[in-house]
């Protein structure tokens, strides 16, 4: 940091006689580079320094100590925030009003003293303004004040494994219900690889669709929305644990994964950037802090964050050029007021969001809440985990086959299988649709199937996790049709393999009818067919040949008999006007038939 010689070479003579007077000395030189020199080496005397620091107020010496604790500098944003601004005063109004003797903060009665200055600095993440204190008097007064302190790294936000933790253990009330991780991204990814290869909408999973999409993209298993055959088949054949920590490994290191624009409730508008990679490792840094297996109050990990490095992922502190608003209302979320509701927000997310579903947090709710109020660490930066955290679930499921073509698929079953098996299915158990489309970043999807893992993902800070994790299926249900044989035929399937998945994976014998029915389509295709069809019936064989002669008639299909004929697709309205003008009024049966299972 510059020292004090160079921190006061912008300011005015004036403002140099204001200093020395504040420190009891009376400048005599009328140059300003040598009263510049002179009121230098005046202050840089020890006892005079320690002198001075004992008369100033408690709030000028606690922010003093404050930028000491820091390392002798911090984001000038932030120590402003909390210590009071410094007025812009021209020179002529400084010296009339003397300003100087009745300071407006902490932070102007430090400045006039020299004990404060501002300079842009280098960071990781660009230029940054910060507040000061000159290198050759923080020298000073740690040598006269502060011998036994530590002195921290002066580089912003370096934290190192053996810091103390940000805010406390959990209380007993806030950790009453456990919510464990789990490794159920892995079933939702398979899902999301499988729906994009059959061309068919993203379904909804338990993991929210752009988020699996996210982590997929960042481990390089698609390339946009498009699946990379072979990065598919390794990840679906990985070991449950080994997949998990590859994923994890892909997210930790990516620079395109932003958990800033995922936060629910929330929509980010505007081209500009945040660094979605400086922040995760901020934040993964602390979390490392913690010690794994031990409950930790997730409000007092926020406030702490919030009270020590409030502009954890804002460059210089700048809270009003990002555009956030929530989905309900057209304000935007600016100023440092609104921080519990972006920053505060993205740090409730990355805990209860990326690092529950990659098995790294668990959570836990007071008995009867459904706001997440306590997380326990289970696996630190580097992946090591408890000893009691190794095991994994085998994949040892074995499906049912049913003869009515139904195909019961449990969770546990080879990833790999299941996700061959699906694309020769139908999905069965619809449920509504995600938010996307079948290119996930297009504002809406088309219509289409679902599976069964249909909760939907509530915004940070009012996350019911239990209702949705309590209610995840272990099922899968699929069934097999014609259509879904055709389209398995149209992407080189065939139906002898889809044979060998079902006995290699079934927990019984798969039904012999089943087999004889789906080796029969392979040889005549389609041989029944069940139509919906509307039906003109006449009194006469003359109304019909009539009709069928009139310009009507090419709207009319298939003849069934002598009075009965087939109305073509959406032409029956022109069918009853054409018999109108032939002076004949038609009755509309409206049965409504029900659909045998």
């Not at 932070?107 to 940054?128: C, I, K, N, S, V």
């Not at 009867?368 to 997380?375: C, H, L, P």
């Not at 389609?526 to 003359?542: D, G």
């Amino acid at each position: 940091m510059p020292d004090l010689l160079h921190s006061l070479q912008s300011r005015d003579l004036g403002h140099l006689r204001i200093v020395a007077g504040l420190w009891g000395e009376e400048l005599k030189s009328a140059e300003m580079e040598a009263a510049l020199e002179e009121l230098a080496a005046a202050l840089l005397d020890p006892a005079l320094v320690g002198e001075i620091v004992d008369s100033l107020s408690a709030e000028a010496k606690s922010a003093l100590e404050v930028l000491i604790e820091e390392g002798g500098r911090m984001p000038w944003a932030t120590f402003v925030r909390r210590f009071g601004e410094i007025r812009e005063i021209g020179p002529g109004r400084r010296d009339r009003e003397q300003v100087y003797l009745h300071p407006a903060s902490a932070a102007e009665t430090l400045f006039y003293r020299a004990f404060l200055a501002r300079a842009f600095f280098d960071t990781p993440t660009g230029p940054q303004e910060f507040a000061y204190i000159p290198d050759d008097l923080l020298i000073i007064i740690h040598h006269e004040g502060h011998k036994g302190e530590k002195e921290k790294n002066v580089v912003p936000f370096v934290v190192n494994k053996g810091d103390e933790p940000l805010g406390r253990p959990a209380a007993p009330k806030e950790r009453e219900r456990p919510l464990p991780a789990s490794d159920r991204l892995l079933d939702d990814a398979t899902t999301l690889l499988a729906a994009l290869r059959m061309d068919m909408q993203p379904p909804e999973t338990i993991v929210p669709v752009n988020v699996v999409c996210g982590f997929l993209q960042a481990a390089g298993i698609l390339a946009g929305d498009e699946p990379l055959a072979d990065k598919v088949k390794s990840f679906l054949e990985m070991p449950r644990a080994q997949a998990l920590s590859m994923l994890a490994e892909a997210w930790q290191t990516s620079e395109t994964f932003n958990e800033l624009r995922q936060i629910p409730g929330l929509v980010c508008e505007g081209e500009w950037k945040n660094s979605s990679l400086v922040t995760r490792h901020f934040l993964l840094a602390f979390l490392d802090t913690i010690p794994i297996d031990k409950w930790w109050s997730l409000p007092a990990f926020v406030h702490a964050i919030k009270e020590k490095y409030p502009d954890f992922q804002r460059p210089a502190g700048d809270y009003d050029s990002w555009f956030i608003r929530r989905t309900d209302s057209e304000a935007y979320l600016r100023g440092f007021e609104h921080w519990d509701e972006v920053d505060g927000a993205l740090i409730r997310y990355f805990i209860t969001g990326p690092l529950f579903w990659l098995g790294r947090i668990d959570l836990a709710t007071p008995e009867g809440g459904k706001t997440v109020t306590a997380f326990r660490v289970v696996s630190n930066v580097e992946g090591q985990m408890s000893d009691a955290r190794r095991s994994t679930f085998d994949e040892m499921g074995k499906l049912h086959v049913f003869s009515q073509g139904k195909i019961t698929i449990p969770r546990l079953l080879p990833r790999a299988a299941r996700y061959q098996i699906s694309r020769f299915c139908e999905w069965e158990d619809v449920g509504r649709v995600a938010a996307g489309s079948r290119h996930l970043h297009s504002p809406a999807l088309a219509s289409g199937a679902s599976v069964p893992q249909v909760q939907v993902y509530v915004p940070a800070g009012l996350l019911d996790h239990r209702r949705r994790i309590e209610t995840m299926p272990d099922e899968y249900h699929y069934r097999v049709s014609t259509h879904s044989l055709k389209k398995a035929k149209e992407q080189g399937l065939k139906v002898r393999q889809l044979l060998s998945l079902l006995a290699k994976n079934a927990a019984a014998e798969i039904p012999l009818v089943f087999v004889k029915a789906l080796k029969r389509w392979e040889v005549n295709g389609t041989e029944a067919r069940i139509e919906n069809l509307v039906i003109l019936r006449v009194s006469r064989p003359e109304v019909l040949d009539e009709l069928r002669k009139s310009k009507a008639g090419r709207f009319l299909g298939e003849i069934l008999g002598p009075t009965t004929v087939i109305v073509k697709t959406g032409a029956q309205g022109k069918v009853l006007a054409a018999l109108a003008e032939m002076g004949m009024l038609a009755d509309v049966s409206h049965e409504e038939h029900r659909r045998d299972e």
